[in-house]
T-cell receptor, first 113, second 112 residues
Framework: GENVEQHPSTLSVQEGDSAVIKCTYS??????FPWYKQELGKRPQLIID?????GEKKDQRIAVTLNKTAKHFSLHITETQPEDSAVYFC????????????FGKGTLLTVNP | SQTIHQWPATLVQPVGSPLSLECTVE??????LYWYRQAAGRGLQLLFY??????ISSEVPQNLSASRPQDRQFILSSKKLLLSDSGFYLC???????????FGNGTRLTVT
């Protein structure tokens, strides 16, 4: 089955700096890659997603890049703010599994004022 | 628009007691439904998913079970809770393949 590795597990940045979280996946048939943000005690919420026919997608300060050849995708947050502090999860949707998303183990991002 | 309701928000139950968590989705038909569990400070563990009424797939063998009695209703149950069942339980739905997964607000279960 699909295996998603996420790095780093914790990331601390100064306000205004950029943050990058990287994920690799094992199933070359995976074709959908969402990113979720989970604030403490709350549900994970989708912040951005990308499909395998696209190499990059951007939404204001957030961008995701996908390298299908290397089987990795990354989340980029620019001009970080304290409210960006949360746990971020990547996921991959293997075409073969039909219905499941496989999640990475999460990255705890702390933005220091 | 679609909404997902999950209840209760918090629950404290003694070891050996039964469990029933309910989740309903509004504004869509024939959704794929999921139950996840999240231990404190940990990742998202898929417990069950359902692609239709009465169709349940189990990902992790344990003392939990799931049922889908109606198209937009998903129930997580246990006959006898264990201490290790404590955690944050999240119901989720998606409309089709390669579409976003939407989570409910979760139930924080503490087994004492």
């Amino acid at each position: 089955g699909e295996n998603v590795e996420q790095h780093p597990s914790t990331l601390s940045v100064q306000e205004g700096d950029s943050a990058v979280i990287k994920c690799t996946y094992s199933d070359s048939a995976s074709n959908y890659f969402p990113w979720y943000k989970q604030e403490l005690g709350k549900r994970p919420q989708l912040i951005i997603d990308i499909r395998s026919n696209v190499g990059e997608k951007k939404d204001q300060r957030i961008a995701v890049t996908l390298n299908k050849t290397a089987k990795h995708f990354s989340l980029h947050i620019t001009e970080t703010q304290p409210e960006d502090s949360a746990v971020y999860f990547c996921a991959a949707s293997p075409r073969g599994s039909n219905y499941k998303l496989t999640f990475g183990k999460g990255t705890l991002l702390t933005v220091n004022p | 628009s679609q909404t997902i309701h999950q209840w209760p928000a918090t629950l404290v139950q003694p070891v050996g007691s039964p469990l029933s968590l309910e989740c309903t989705v509004e504004g869509t038909s024939n959704p794929n439904l999921y139950w996840y569990r999240q231990a404190a400070g940990r990742g998202l563990q898929l417990l069950f998913y359902s692609v239709g009424i009465g169709q349940i797939s189990s990902e992790v063998p344990q003392n939990l079970s799931a049922s889908r009695p109606q198209d937009r209703q998903f129930i997580l149950s246990s006959k006898k809770l264990l201490l290790s069942d404590s955690g944050f339980y999240l119901c989720a739905w998606r409309s089709q393949l390669n579409s976003p997964l939407h989570f409910g607000n979760g139930t924080r279960l503490t087994v004492t």
